[in-house]
């Protein structure tokens, strides 16, 4: 099984930015792809950034292209996210997750929380006006 420990977050002012990275660690396991998702109080996950772990393609969602960029390290099992010209509106808990089983390579699974199988405890941004 694999943990998923994120780091990076905390509190900027508007047009700032911010790095979270997320380390995956556990005994025999293979990532096909890991992911950012974003949660604003009392709504469901959204998705916000994916990439593969073999090819490095990266999708985002239309909220985040331009602005924010999605990176790993296969050899650290690390994958990072760069957020620039943060906005008051990305303010929630971001969440790391991976696709350890291959479910990412079906249809759209990239972009829905149901491809990943793993997930971390949650990051939060805060973005201040």
Do not use: H
């Amino acid at each position: 099984q694999v943990q998923l420990v994120e780091s990076g977050g905390g509190l900027v002012q508007t047009g700032g930015s911010l790095r979270l990275s997320c380390a995956a660690s556990g005994r025999s396991f293979s990532v096909y792809a890991m992911a950012w998702f974003r949660q604003f109080p009392g709504k469901e996950r959204e998705f916000v950034a994916a990439i593969t772990w073999r090819g490095g393609s990266t999708y985002y969602s239309d909220s985040v292209k331009g602005r924010f960029s999605i990176s790993r390290d296969n050899a650290k099992n690390t994958v990072y996210l760069q957020m620039n010209s943060l906005k008051p509106e990305d303010t929630a808990l971001y969440f790391c997750a991976a696709d350890t089983i291959k479910r990412t390579y079906y249809g759209d699974a990239i972009y829905d929380r149901y491809g990943y199988d793993a997930w971390g405890q949650g990051t939060q941004v805060t973005v201040s006006s």
